[in-house]
Structures are given as structure tokens and as C-alpha cells.
Nanobody, 123 residues
């Protein structure tokens, strides 16, 4: 059974940083593309960042480019999202997702999802 468990969310002031973690189990992690998506209150879920299974390619939404960094540790079956210079508009529930063949930005192609972790950024 595949499980993705996010952690690291919380409350932070604008300009601050948070590091989200996603622990994966029940899959051959090293061959899965990994993505981070987010859903703000009253809005649809959107793409934030993704990484190829090799780690060679990374993808970012324009809104987070230069501020967020996705990384993975295949030895630990972990994926991370380092979020710096946080803004109030980054407030959302952040979800980790995994798939072998999904186009990185296409949330509808990801088969596995975590339960989400809340990030709240105050102004």
C-alpha cells in the first residue's frame, strides 16, 4: 500500500521559511516522479513544484520560482520542499504526490497523494 505523509507545515510570518517533508512508503521511490501541489482557501489545487525520478529535472510554478526548492533523498524515500521568502499568498494546504509517468505539472496524472499539510503565512 502506497503512503505519502507530509510534515513540516505551520504558521510563519511573511519573509520567513519553512521546509516541508514527504515520506513515501510502499513504492519503489527511486523511479517515481514527485510533485508538490497546493490548494489555497476557496481556490483550486495548483502545481507548485516537481522533480523527475532521477532528480535531474526540476519544475516550478512561476509564482514560487526562485523562492522554493524541491529536492529528494532516494536513500530515505523522502522529498522536500524548501520554501523561502514566504508570502501571505503562499498560504495553502500543500500536498505531496507521486507517479511514474505523469507529466510533472499535471496533477490529474498523479496516482498517489498525501493528506496535506497546512502552511499559513501572516502579513
Amino acid at each position: 500500500q502506497v503512503q505519502l505523509v507530509e510534515s513540516g507545515g505551520g504558521f510563519v510570518q511573511a519573509g520567513g521559511s519553512l521546509r516541508l517533508s514527504c515520506a513515501a512508503s510502499g513504492l519503489t521511490f527511486r523511479i517515481y516522479k514527485m510533485g508538490w501541489f497546493r490548494q489555497a482557501p476557496g481556490k483550486e489545487r495548483e502545481f507548485a513544484a516537481a522533480m523527475s525520478w532521477t532528480g535531474s529535472y526540476t519544475y516550478y510554478a512561476d509564482s514560487v520560482k526562485g523562492r522554493f526548492t524541491i529536492s529528494r533523498d532516494s536513500a530515505k524515500n523522502m522529498v522536500y520542499l524548501q520554501m523561502n521568502s514566504l508570502k501571505p499568498e503562499d498560504t495553502a494546504v500543500y500536498y505531496c504526490a507521486a507517479d511514474r509517468t505523469a507529466k510533472p505539472l499535471n496533477q490529474w496524472q498523479y496516482a498517489y497523494w498525501g493528506q496535506g499539510t497546512q502552511v499559513t503565512v501572516s502579513s
